[in-house]
């Protein structure tokens, strides 16, 4: 391919990517899904499995009955979890709907939008890789009020913790140090371990900035 054709296909992909495409978090991600895109590499393959391996460990350890998620997503991550009560709350109503569908003959699964959060509450709540696509502030902040609001026992974030601002080739994604936020905002909750992720970002598919944080109601 001529160097020069390949270099303005980038600059036109990125065009559309950014300014056509990315408006805002929620639009972004119904657009998205709308196109056929699932929820990223971190829902599938290596990175899905060592989530699941950790989170089903101590569900079963902790003897959780009751999981709301901040974030669900396409539902890939969650047909590998055993978990016996779930919530998912998403933004995107168009996943929520494949969702519905997948997991139409477990009743022990429900969705709902997240806008549709009326203050449930289970015995741990969690967050997979959403954290750092809440590019907005005030959508951070509400999200996390309400991630720990949810938590009678546990709260879980899966999510890298440094502060990098959005690129121009991503803009939907911010990655933010949230363990200050939580530590200026949140009293009920105490950090109790943190797990490393297996496959540290390199680039590559199949590697992470995310690590698990693993927080206990005092």
């Known amino acids: 391919m001529n160097p020069i054709k390949k270099i303005v296909g980038r600059i036109y992909k990125n065009l559309y990517k950014n300014y056509f495409l ?15 895109r699932n929820s990223g590499d971190g829902s599938y393959g290596r990175l899905a499995e060592f989530k699941a391996a950790f989170l089903n460990d101590f569900v079963d350890k902790e003897n959780i009955n009751s999981i709301i998620e901040f974030g669900c997503g396409d539902g890939n991550q969650l047909s590998l979890m055993n978990y016996k009560n779930y919530l998912g709350l998403d933004i995107s109503e168009f996943i929520l709907n494949k969702c519905r569908k997948k997991f139409n003959l477990d009743k022990s699964k429900r969705f709902e939008l997240t806008s549709n959060y009326a203050g449930e509450k289970a015995d741990l709540s969690i967050s997979l890789d959403v954290i750092f696509h809440l590019v907005e502030d005030s959508v951070f902040d509400l999200y996390m009020k309400n991630l720990f609001t949810a938590a009678n026992k546990f709260v879980i974030i899966y999510s890298s913790n440094e502060e990098i601002s959005q690129s121009e080739d991503s803009l939907h994604v911010r990655h933010r140090k949230f363990t200050d936020w939580v530590d200026s905002n949140i009293i009920e909750f105490g950090l109790i371990e943190t797990k490393k992720n297996e496959f540290d970002f390199t ?6 900035k995310s690590d698990f944080f693993i927080y206990k109601k005092l």
Request: glycine share 14%.
């Open 22 to 36: 990315f408006k805002d978090s929620n639009s972004y991600w119904n657009a998205r899904y709308k196109s056929g």
């Open 203 to 208: 680039g590559e598919k199949g590697t992470s």
